[in-house]
């Protein structure tokens, strides 16, 4: 046997149970024109998946909250239609065998203001600082943590509701959550 036998072993957590270790990374890609997963984007997960991928993390997509996103780009885990492209993302990873969970990227204050698929929305953070010394906004309000907390929430939702395998949280780089820490 050798060190990396273990990566081809089954893996099982509860009601997830994966043919492999082999986990896709999130990598953001920037091919969802007006944030909607189209057939492009189904085929290029179907083919990770067919590829023998055990369990594979979408690029960073935004949750319910208009301040999410700087790129129009980036996918969107709301609304109708975007919704609707990942039922197909989902379908063809599944067709091919495949286990997802989409990645939710609230990018906080990193996200420049005026930016994005809604320019008005203010870029958020707890502090309203993007490092020590660069105010960018006031500090979130109660309330505005709230409906962060809550377009999370609504987002893992919908991802359960369509049958995802489970939903990643980006909480690192200093975006929302990472800010919080």
Known sequence: MTA?????????????SLPNRVVMAPMTRSHSPSQIPGADVAAYYRARAAG?????????????????SADVNVPSF??????????????EVKAAG????????HQGIIRHPGTGPYPEAKS??????????????????????????AGFAK???????????GVELHGAHGYVIDAFF
Do not use: C
């Open 52 to 68: 023998g991928v055990g369990l594979i993390l979408t690029e960073g997509t935004s949750p319910e909250h208009h301040s999410a």
């Open 98 to 105: 495949g286990h997802i969970m989409p990645q939710l990227w």
């Open 155 to 165: 987002s893992a939702g919908y991802a359960k509701a369509l049958g995802f395998d």
């Open 4 to 16: 990396t036998d273990v990566l081809f072993r089954p893996f099982r957590l509860k009601s997830l």
């Open 124 to 149: 958020m953070g707890p502090s309203g600082l993007s490092r020590p010394d660069k105010k960018v906004a006031e500090p979130m309000t109660d309330s505005e943590i709230a409906d962060v907390i």
């Open 78 to 91: 709301f609304g109708e239609a975007s919704l609707a492209g990942w039922a197909n993302v989902l379908k």
